[in-house]
């Protein structure tokens, strides 16, 4: 790609919805840095995921940050609580892990200062997801303010700006945005609660959300599941 071309610090976890808006991101002509953190989650295997997401995207620098907030725990994912089975409610469910994306969106903040970027992209989705209050256009607004009031750069005029492409998609959308980007979807790991085998277990939200998304576009989901969702 070529040199000049802007640069973006994109998040990714390892998951559908940051790959698709990472592989976005670089259809529309950004170079990208990549960052994930390896916050000692119970779904370890997307940091795997991850890598393999980056060096596919051809990210020019993939960092793996450790933040382990299994010291904080309040979360399923990041402490002695088991991940609910039973379906996605109306409630913020215990999946939720508390101030995640203010803590990533900071970190990756930090690296685009210090890298020269000017851009940010998160794959939060506010349609079909799990009822996060991280994950909403409002949050994502009010950040992008307080990042012009706390940086070097913003205070100097440069304004950051954070790219959220699939904020308004159902997953079904995000599901046919990437395979018009020719993704291989299958690289992607949504599970929190990984089955043996490297299976996804098939009855977390966020499995039932992914098989969703594929079921309501009829494309072939990849996906390996160790019970039916």
């Given at each position: 790609?070529?040199?000049s071309?802007p640069?973006?610090?994109?998040?990714?976890?390892?998951?559908?919805?940051?790959m698709?808006?990472?592989?976005?991101?670089?259809?529309?002509?950004?170079?990208?840095?990549?960052?994930?953190i390896?916050?000692?989650?119970?779904?370890?295997?997307?940091?795997?995921?991850a890598?393999?997401?980056?060096?596919?995207l051809?990210?020019?620098?993939?960092?793996?940050?450790?933040?382990?907030l299994?010291?904080?725990?309040?979360?399923a994912?990041?402490?002695?609580?088991?991940?609910?089975?039973a379906g996605?409610?109306?409630?913020i469910?215990?999946?939720?892990?508390?101030?995640r994306?203010t803590?990533?969106?900071?970190?990756?903040?930090?690296?685009?200062?210090?890298?020269?970027?000017?851009?940010?992209?998160?794959?939060?989705?506010?349609?079909?997801?799990?009822?996060?209050?991280?994950?909403?256009?409002?949050?994502?607004?009010?950040?992008?303010?307080?990042?012009?009031?706390?940086?070097?750069?913003?205070?100097?005029?440069?304004?950051?700006?954070?790219?959220?492409?699939?904020?308004?998609?159902?997953?079904?959308?995000?599901?046919?945005?990437g395979?018009?980007?020719?993704?291989?979807?299958?690289?992607?790991w949504?599970?929190?609660?990984?089955?043996?085998?490297?299976l996804?277990?098939?009855?977390?939200?966020?499995?039932?959300?992914?098989?969703?998304?594929?079921?309501?576009?009829?494309?072939?989901?990849?996906?390996?599941?160790?019970?039916?969702?």
């Amino acid at each position: 790609m070529d040199n000049s071309a802007p640069l973006a610090v994109a998040l990714i976890s390892g998951g559908l919805d940051s790959m698709v808006a990472a592989a976005a991101m670089r259809a529309d002509g950004y170079r990208l840095l990549a960052l994930s953190i390896d916050y000692n989650q119970r779904h370890q295997i997307e940091l795997a995921a991850a890598r393999r997401i980056a060096h596919l995207l051809g990210a020019e620098r993939h960092v793996v940050l450790p933040l382990d907030l299994r010291a904080f725990g309040g979360s399923a994912l990041t402490a002695d609580i088991d991940v609910p089975k039973a379906g996605v409610g109306d409630d913020i469910p215990v999946t939720y892990v508390p101030a995640r994306n203010t803590i990533f969106l900071s970190l990756s903040l930090g690296w685009a200062e210090a890298a020269g970027a000017r851009d940010m992209v998160i794959g939060v989705n506010a349609l079909d997801y799990s009822g996060y209050p991280d994950c909403r256009p409002e949050f994502v607004a009010a950040f992008e303010e307080m990042a012009a009031l706390a940086t070097k750069a913003g205070v100097e005029g440069n304004a950051f700006r954070i790219h959220a492409p699939l904020q308004l998609m159902t997953k079904a959308d995000i599901v046919r945005e990437g395979t018009r980007l020719g993704l291989d979807l299958g690289m992607s790991w949504s599970c929190y609660d990984p089955a043996p085998g490297g299976l996804h277990c098939g009855l977390c939200d966020s499995c039932r959300l992914r098989a969703k998304g594929f079921e309501e576009t009829g494309i072939a989901d990849p996906t390996r599941y160790a019970a039916a969702t």
